[in-house]
């Protein structure tokens, strides 16, 4: 929906453009009202216009001081001169061709309508060209090497897509790599000469040292590159396709290439201290399958470099090959992302049970008999539940009664089959007591906006009017009061008022012209206009039968 500002030191001229044309007919959803120049940029300042209908001769600033102030501030607003036929001259001379609308006084309500419909109309033709194809492909090669280091801290915590959307993401960032490919992790940790600095240097040395991984592996490997939540720097690196062949022509094994690898990666790191004089510790994981495996590779790399480097410096680590008994480790289903207590704040039902299915079903398959790991997903479900159940204004005691006693016994459940039922019945509670409060709130909001409206009948009224006494978004209020009542908000309003219209002409002795400006419109025409168009006869005609 657009927005016009009518900008002139005569109040009745402002005052009747506003109220006497139908301007919901060109989709403006808000009349703003300036009698000066300087009350003009105040709202500008405040509010998003799209054009702006403006006299030239106005004490204090003219109206062509204005449009070039409106220049200064943004370059999407149109502006539409309306003055006389002098100043129209003038104005032909003064004015660039930013301005390619002019309406001399006086003007018929369709040429003044024409105008503004001219502007929106180039105003939504811009919009259109700056979010075309060519300008969107444009701006994504720019944000290229941020997109990719954003993708792999989502690969990192286990986000998962479809394979559709998954290949058209690679495509996208113009990623050699492919589902299933195989790979590993470098992780970088940056040491003396580098940690010490501040930040933006860091980010110059980060940067740098990210040229110099892809020029010594870019020979025989593709790398993306990124940051992990620790601020480690990660390289997911995986052998060239043309290198690939060549290995096996040779009939050299396919994991053979780790080997290689190691002594690209080894180089590397000596490049970084000879060019940046700074040192770097790094490990290389174990190869994996890119991207299934990058969650477990990325956590057995960083407990490495925890166990295995800790306060030493310059170091070089390879992890050997996985041990044949099952390490112990969290449910990565338990962590990974989409989490579940960023679904419940989505208010996502569904996939929120979907999501405990999948962590019971890794449950089930992994750990089945582990009853830490079933005080793991206990302990982790009761901190979730908790947040949500505050979140709403509710204590989880009081909503979920007995099965709060849970959390003081030492084993609350012996099995995953139990596990389960406790979940989806709270998970089911929690979403039963936000759908009962989303209800009592939008009934409270129809009754602040009927109340509002009633009391304002006298006056104007707009939706952002509204909006802003019950302090909500005007498309979002117009949305629930659609929903909730069946009816447009811009139709109560005008029914509201026809119906006590009706009620004046019936039992009162008022004046046509007098009722027309107790319901809050300035000029009687635009009032009987649409008195008829609701009633289908004039008001004095309603008066009469």
């Known amino acids: 929906m657009a927005q016009l500002l009518l900008v002139d030191d005569e109040r009745v001229v402002v005052n009747t453009l506003a109220d006497s044309l139908p301007w919901e007919e060109l989709g403006i959803s808000h009349i703003y009202r300036a009698y000066s120049g300087q009350e003009a940029l105040q709202l500008l300042a405040t509010h998003s216009i ?53 309406v001399i006084k006086p003007a018929r309500d369709l040429e003044v309508m024409a105008a503004v419909r001219r502007m929106l109309e180039a105003l939504n033709e811009e919009t ?49 790599f492919n589902a299933k490919d195989q790979m590993a992790l470098i992780v970088i940790r940056l040491e ?31 790398v993306l590159s990124g940051r992990d939540p620790y601020d480690y720097l990660i390289l997911i690196a995986k052998l060239k396709e043309s290198k690939s062949m060549e290995l096996k022509a040779l009939g050299v094994r396919e ?84 989490t579940l207590i960023q679904l419940l704040d989505m208010g996502q039902h569904k996939q929120c049970l979907a999501k405990l299915e999948s962590i019971i079903e890794e449950l089930e398959e992994l750990w089945d008999e582990s009853q830490e790991h079933l005080l793991e997903v206990f302990l982790y479900l009761g901190s979730v539940f908790t947040y949500a159940s505050h979140r709403n204004g509710r204590l989880l005691e009081e909503l979920i009664g007995q099965d709060y006693e849970l959390f003081f016994t030492r084993k609350p459940f012996l099995s995953v089959r139990q596990l389960k039922e406790w979940a989806f019945k709270v998970t089911n509670l929690l979403f039963e007591d936000l759908n009962r409060e989303m209800v009592d709130a939008k009934t409270a909001c129809i009754l602040q906006i009927q109340q509002f ?7 104007p009224i707009s939706l952002q009017d509204i909006a802003d006494h019950i302090y909500m978004h005007p498309v979002y209020l117009s949305k629930i009061f ?51 168009k609701f009633y289908g006869v004039t008001p004095q005609e309603f008066r009469g039968s």
């Open 255 to 338: 994991n053979s290439y780790m080997s290689l690898l190691e002594q690209t990666a080894a180089k590397f790191q000596e490049n970084v201290k000879r060019f940046l004089k700074g040192n770097i510790s790094l490990i290389i994981s174990t190869d994996g399958l890119f991207p299934y495996d990058i969650p477990e590779l990325h956590q057995e790399s960083i407990s490495a470099i925890r166990r295995k480097v800790g306060n030493d410096r310059n170091m070089f680590l390879t992890l050997q090959s996985p041990h044949t008994s099952k390490p112990v480790k969290s449910l990565k289903s338990l962590y990974e992302t989409p």
């Open 192 to 222: 003396e000469g580098i940690s010490s600095l501040d930040a933006q240097s860091i980010a110059l040395y980060e940067y740098a040292i990210v040229n110099i991984a892809e020029e010594t592996l870019g020979d025989h490997f593709d």
């Open 50 to 102: 799209d054009v702006v209908l403006t006299d030239i001769r106005m004490p204090e600033m003219s109206g062509l001081e204005l449009i070039q102030r409106i220049r200064e501030l943004s370059g999407k607003t149109k502006c539409i001169i309306h003055s006389g036929y002098a100043d129209f001259e003038y104005a032909k001379q003064a004015m660039s061709s930013h301005v390619t609308e002019y």
């Open 482 to 532: 659609k929903d909730r009542t069946g009816e447009n908000l811009s139709d109560y309003i005008t029914r509201l008022k026809m119906e006590k219209a009706a009620f004046l002409l019936k039992q009162t002795e008022e004046r046509i012209y007098q009722i027309s400006t107790m319901l809050g419109y300035q000029s009687s025409p635009y009032f009987i206009r649409i008195f008829k």
């Open 453 to 459: 409206v009633t009391g304002k009948l006298s006056d």
């Open 128 to 176: 259109i060209a700056q979010y075309s194809l060519q300008n969107l492909t444009s701006a994504v090669r720019e944000q290229i090497p941020l997109m990719r280091s954003q993708f792999v801290m989502e690969l990192i915590k286990g986000r998962r897509w479809s394979e559709e959307e998954f290949a058209s993401k690679l495509t996208m960032m113009q990623l050699p």
